[in-house]
């Protein structure tokens, strides 16, 4: 082989070197980013938002232009109560992405909460800008109608909002919006409709039973209580609202089951272990707390 194809084959070789070396670090980056993201989504579904919000950095850390992670960490600041922490990141995430509808409603809630309707309301404009079908479009601009004290306009837009994708939420919203309107019958109506949407049927059928007990019903609210108890036997939250429940209407016996119930059903959670005594009166509580530390 003479000079010029030694030089020839020698960039081939190199060139081909360079290309397996990148792809390898690109492949190992993907690999690390997978690895972070199954345990930040693991850590945000069991609510252990601190140790998600770390996996959501590491990911940032190794690729700076992830959108998704910006938002899931903002969304975990925002479950830790770091308002500027999430507002930074929810920022962020919608530079990256702006067409994130998620991210600008978040982001619009925010604006509305420190008193900037202005900038509330170009989340929400720029959200049916980007799709006028969307739910949360109409519901932040009738979040914004209400804090202008608005509230018809505020039931228009959340009428609206129940035509989209985001139909439960939507109900909600509305529910809440008639109740402050003193139209119970369709505040009640809203939150039935909640619950046809609502997957789980819990978060909605909770919200309806309060709703029982703010306006004195409190067979329909302990029926809507039990059917939540059935619905999910193994979830320690409903147990603890159905003990609540009783509590608030002097059955102390059965407040008492349910609270037991409720810690057996969640061991390790040691919070309901430390929230019972302050629930309960003292010597209901107490009798429970005993109870439980030596369970």
Same mark, same amino acid.
């Given at each position: ?13 190199l ?5 397996l $070396? ?14 972070? &993201? ?5 850590y945000y579904s069991?609510?252990?938002? #601190? ?10 850390? $190794?690729?700076p232009t992830?959108?998704? @992670? ?13 308002f500027q ?6 920022? /962020? *995430? ?7 509808? %998620?991210?600008r ?18 989340? *929400? ?26 509230l018809?306009? @505020? ?13 439960m ?8 919006l008639y109740?402050?309107? /003193? %139209?119970?019958?369709?505040a009640?109506?809203m ?9 789980t049927?819990?978060?909605? #059928?909770?919200?309806? *039973?309060?709703?029982?007990? #703010?306006?004195?019903?409190?067979e329909?609210?302990?029926q ?11 979830d ?17 016996n ?13 061991p390790?959670?040691?919070s309901l /272990?430390?929230?019972?005594p *302050?629930?309960?009166?003292? &010597?209901l509580? &107490?009798?429970?707390?005993? &109870?439980t530390k030596?369970?």
């Open positions: 082989m003479n000079r010029t194809g030694n030089r020839i084959y020698s960039a081939c070789a060139m081909m070197i360079i290309f $070396l990148v792809g390898a670090a690109g492949c190992s980056t993907e690999a690390k980013i997978e690895r972070h &993201w199954k345990k930040a989504e693991k069991e609510e252990k938002f #601190r140790e998600a919000a770390i996996e959501y950095k590491n990911i940032i850390k $190794l690729k992830h959108a998704t @992670a910006y938002y899931k960490l903002a969304m975990c600041q925002l479950n830790m109560r770091m922490e999430a507002f930074a990141n929810m920022s /962020r *995430a919608i530079e990256l992405d702006p067409k994130m509808i %998620d991210a409603h978040h982001l619009g809630t925010l604006y509305l909460l420190s008193g900037q309707t202005d900038k509330a309301r170009e989340q *929400a404009m720029a959200i049916l800008k980007i799709d006028s079908t969307k739910s949360l479009g109409h519901m932040l601009l009738g979040s914004i109608y209400l804090k202008e004290n608005n018809g306009k @505020a039931i228009e837009e959340s009428l609206k909002a129940v035509q989209g994708d985001k139909k939420e939507a109900y909600l919203q509305l529910s809440r109740e402050l309107n /003193r %139209d119970l019958n369709q009640e109506v939150l039935k409709q909640a619950v046809k949407f609502d997957d049927k819990q978060k909605t #059928r909770f919200a309806l *039973a309060e709703f029982y007990v #703010r306006t004195g019903k409190k329909p609210a302990e809507e209580y039990l059917q939540a108890v059935r619905n999910s036997p193994k320690s939250v409903a147990a603890m609202k159905l003990g609540s429940f009783y509590v608030l209407t002097g059955r102390m059965e407040a008492e089951k349910q609270f037991i119930r409720g810690v057996e059903l969640s390790g959670n040691a /272990r430390v929230k019972i *302050a629930i309960l009166p003292y &010597w509580g &107490w009798r429970i707390f005993i &109870w030596r369970s």
